[in-house]
């Protein structure tokens, strides 16, 4: 049973804003890149979950926790009866090499080692649970996702789980004779609680309102090339349509999520949008989903959610 989903994190939401709007140096492209790969790997892998695993257990997914004034990740954990099965995920792609406990990308690039990654988030675990008096065995796996990964050399004692061994992970686990107790409850419970939401780590170039690119932006192909008739836009690009309203309070959100200590109003939401006529309709749009807020020094709306894909 699943007990908290996966959502992207802010910087990345914000990054792929950015990526569309901006103008980004290749170092931030690049890790907007990788962010987004891997949390596609992710996806992935609570695909796979979701559709093949039946136990009676808890699913815990993406959890950003502090233990002694350090922040660690953990990509997707399950808690059993009997233990708790640590998952970092990894989606590489091509030939690696394992050897003398170091990673190397084909043919001699040096990364960092995962397992050492692993080895942190699980001491680090334990150490948080134990603090809590609460006490479970913790076994860990690194996924490699991707089918388009090989691994040469890997020594069969490692937590490695190639791609063509998914399959049989997950069969594995589903032997388990897990039964729920109030123990695991009271585990998923405390790490959820626990959870950060934002990473000290995040990395976000500086931007402002008036450097980036304005209009909506498509919800199929992410193209800024927008027409509007009548109560729909379409893309200029992929033909998608979209409701007009429901493009505006998507774009909205963005502005929430890019700009959080300013004020939105109707005139920062035309011009965001751009391809609608008036700031009247605009507003209009916007008070049947915000809360609007006036008073004799400026008038502006509020909202209570998070990111524009909510």
Same mark, same amino acid.
């Given at each position: 049973?699943?007990?908290?989903?996966?959502?992207?994190?802010?910087?990345?939401?914000?990054?792929?804003?950015?990526?569309?709007?901006?103008?980004?140096?290749?170092?931030?492209?690049?890790?907007?890149?990788?962010?987004?790969?891997?949390?596609?790997?992710?996806?992935?892998?609570?695909?796979?979950?979701?559709?093949?695993?039946?136990?009676?257990?808890?699913?815990?997914?993406?959890? +950003?926790? !502090?233990?002694? $004034? %350090?922040?660690?990740?953990?990509? &997707?954990?399950?808690?059993?009866?009997?233990?708790? #099965? /640590?998952?970092?995920?990894?989606?590489?792609?091509?030939?690696?090499?394992?050897?003398?406990?170091?990673?190397?990308?084909?043919?001699?690039?040096?990364?960092?080692?995962?397992?050492?990654?692993?080895?942190?988030?699980?001491?680090?675990?334990?150490?948080?649970?134990?603090?809590?008096?609460?006490?479970?065995?913790?076994?860990?796996?690194?996924?490699?996702?991707?089918?388009?990964?090989?691994?040469?050399?890997?020594?069969?004692?490692?937590?490695?789980?190639?791609?063509?061994?998914?399959?049989? +992970?997950? !069969?594995?686990? $589903? %032997?388990?004779?897990?039964?729920? &107790?109030?123990?695991?409850?009271?585990?998923?419970? #405390? /790490?959820?609680?626990?959870?950060?939401?934002?990473?000290?780590?995040?990395?976000?170039?500086?931007?402002?309102?008036?450097?980036?690119?304005?209009?909506?932006?498509?919800?199929?192909?992410?193209?800024?090339?927008?027409?509007?008739?009548?109560?729909?836009?379409?893309?200029?690009?992929?033909?998608?349509?979209?409701?007009?309203?429901?493009?505006?309070?998507?774009?909205?959100?963005?502005?929430?999520?890019?700009?959080?200590?300013?004020?939105?109003?109707?005139?920062?939401?035309?011009?965001?949008?751009?391809?609608?006529?008036?700031?009247?309709?605009?507003?209009?749009?916007?008070?049947?989903?915000?809360?609007?807020?006036?008073?004799?020094?400026?008038?502006?709306?509020?909202?209570?959610?998070?990111?524009?894909?909510?």
């Amino acid at each position: 049973m699943e007990v908290k989903k996966r959502t992207p994190s802010r910087e990345l939401q914000i990054l792929e804003i950015l990526y569309l709007r901006g103008n980004l140096s290749e170092e931030v492209r690049q890790h907007y890149f990788n962010l987004k790969k891997g949390y596609e790997g992710e996806l992935l892998f609570d695909r796979i979950l979701d559709n093949q695993l039946q136990n009676d257990c808890l699913i815990i997914k993406d959890l +950003l926790l !502090k233990m002694n $004034n %350090t922040t660690f990740q953990i990509d &997707t954990l399950i808690i059993f009866q009997e233990f708790i #099965k /640590l998952f970092e995920v990894k989606n590489f792609e091509g030939e690696y090499t394992y050897d003398n406990d170091n990673f190397y990308k084909y043919p001699k690039y040096k990364i960092t080692n995962p397992e050492h990654q692993l080895d942190r988030a699980e001491t680090l675990l334990r150490q948080l649970l134990s603090n809590h008096g609460l006490h479970h065995a913790i076994k860990s796996s690194i996924v490699f996702v991707n089918p388009e990964f090989t691994l040469y050399n890997a020594p069969a004692t490692k937590p490695f789980v190639l791609p063509s061994q998914i399959n049989t +992970l997950v !069969k594995k686990l $589903n %032997t388990n004779q897990s039964k729920l &107790t109030n123990l695991s409850k009271l585990i998923a419970d #405390k /790490l959820i609680s626990l959870h950060q939401k934002d990473s000290p780590y995040s990395k976000l170039p500086t931007y402002s309102f008036s450097q980036l690119k304005k209009g909506i932006n498509c919800k199929s192909c992410h193209s800024i090339s927008i027409s509007v008739q009548g109560h729909y836009c379409y893309c200029n690009t992929c033909g998608k349509r979209e409701k007009l309203a429901d493009a505006v309070i998507r774009s909205t959100r963005e502005l929430i999520l890019l700009f959080p200590k300013e004020k939105i109003t109707t005139s920062m939401v035309h011009e965001w949008c751009e391809c609608i006529s008036s700031t009247q309709r605009v507003q209009r749009i916007l008070m049947k989903k915000f809360k609007f807020i006036s008073n004799k020094r400026w008038s502006y709306f509020e909202y209570s959610g998070s990111g524009p894909g909510k």
